[in-house]
Structure formats: structure tokens, C-alpha cells
């Protein structure tokens, strides 16, 4: 079945890197996503990356991803204070009509 | 410019008291979607529509319908809401067979059923 898993809760320093993990169970995953959702808002798509890379790279956003694992890592250089939200890793099945599969969020906390 | 929109912001309602949630979009997307997300949970998706075709997920309760009137608009009707129907409702839309592999996500509609 489809199953996105997520630890719950992260906590960095400011000016730290942050690493937000990501297991997925569905091998037929087209592409995978990461959100983010500040308090009482909606769903912001921070970047996603296609199921035949390995790496992608925007400002200080990494991801990587490790398909053999069914592994995706979201990196966030330089974390700021105004990161802290929840992240929600996604993954769309290319039997669907992009519909999305969520993990349930793991929430970053910044410490100045 | 919002591309997606989601009316209102926030609504209240009473047990029992038929509620409608409205999404529009300026995208011209085929595919119009309803997530529910209940506190600190991942969106959860109710149904969706692929132009005028209706999918409803084989979990979401009778009580939740739908209505696209029209590509640009959708209405989540909730007939007769319980407590346990507080929470945010998320729109999304997506352009099946377009170039870009993105939902594009409306700022969602807060709903409290007291």
C-alpha cells in the first residue's frame, strides 16, 4: 500500500543546517514533494524532485534522494527563525491523477 | 496574484447546519482537488475532480459531496457537520498532462463546527 513516514519534530540552532527525513513504501512514486505549512495557512511547495534524480539543489534547499532505501532528505542550510513550520514530505503516483500522498509533517522548531 | 482561492478564510458553523466551502482558480487546471487536515495531521484527501468526472476516495463519509459547477469553480458541501469535521480544508488544483508535475494549493478554509 502507499505509506509516507516522517519523524514527528526537529529542533536547530539558527544558523545551523536542518535535515527533515522521508521513508516512502510505493516504488512506482513519480515525484516526490516537500511542503511547508506555517500556523492556520495552507500548503506551501518548497521543491520537488523527479523519481530518476538523485539530487536537487535550490538556494538553500537540498534534496536527496535514495531510491533503492525509498529515502528522501530535505537539508536547509543556514536555518532561520522563520523556517520553524511544519514540513510535510508528498509523493504523487503516476497511476493517479497527481494525487498527493502525505506523511504526517514533522514539525521544525528554530531556536535563536 | 492568488491563483487559487479559498472562500472564506475562516467559518463557523453549528452541528447539524449545512456549510459549503468555495475554490476557484485562474489556472485553467482539469483537476480540482479537496484535502481535509485535521490538527497536527497530514492533509487528507476527500475527492477530486478530473474535469467533470467525480472521484470520490472509498473512505470519505457520505456527508461530504462536491460540486464543480464549472472549471473554475468547486464547492465542498458538508450536509450535516459534526464536531469531528473541524478542521482546515485545503483546495488544490493540477493540470493533468501540462508540463509542470505541480499542485498548486489555495491558503485553505479554517472550519470550526461547534
Known amino acids: 500500500g502507499e505509506d509516507v513516514e516522517q519523524s514527528l519534530f526537529l529542533s536547530v540552532r539558527e544558523g545551523d543546517s536542518s535535515v527533515i527525513n522521508c521513508t516512502y513504501t510505493d516504488s512506482s512514486s513519480t515525484y516526490l514533494y516537500w511542503y511547508k505549512q506555517e500556523p492556520g495557512a495552507g500548503l506551501q511547495l518548497l521543491t520537488y524532485i523527479f523519481s530518476n534524480m538523485d539530487m536537487k539543489q535550490d538556494q538553500r534547499l537540498t534534496v536527496l534522494l535514495n531510491k533503492k532505501d525509498k529515502h528522501l532528505s530535505l537539508r536547509i542550510a543556514d536555518t532561520q527563525t522563520g523556517d520553524s513550520a511544519i514540513y510535510f514530505c508528498a509523493e504523487t503516483l503516476s497511476s493517479n491523477t497527481g494525487k498527493l500522498i502525505f506523511g504526517q509533517g514533522t514539525t521544525l522548531q528554530v531556536k535563536p | 496574484d492568488a491563483m487559487v482561492i479559498q472562500n472564506p478564510r475562516y467559518q463557523v458553523t453549528q452541528f447539524g447546519k449545512p456549510v459549503t466551502l468555495s475554490c476557484s482558480q485562474t489556472?485553467?487546471?482539469?483537476?480540482m482537488y479537496w484535502y481535509q487536515q485535521k490538527s497536527s495531521q497530514a492533509p487528507k484527501l476527500l475527492f477530486h475532480?478530473?474535469?467533470?468526472?467525480?472521484?470520490n476516495e472509498a473512505d470519505t463519509p457520505d456527508n461530504f459531496q462536491s460540486r464543480r459547477p464549472n472549471t473554475s469553480f468547486c464547492f465542498l458541501d458538508i450536509r450535516s457537520p459534526g464536531l469531528g469535521d473541524t478542521a482546515m480544508y485545503l483546495c488544490?488544483?493540477?493540470?493533468?498532462?501540462?508540463?509542470?508535475?505541480?499542485?498548486?494549493f489555495g491558503s485553505g478554509t479554517q472550519l470550526s463546527v461547534l
Open positions: 489556472l485553467n487546471h482539469n483537476v
Open positions: 475532480y478530473y474535469d467533470k468526472d467525480f472521484n
Open positions: 488544490a488544483t493540477y493540470l493533468l498532462g501540462g508540463p509542470d508535475e505541480k499542485l498548486f
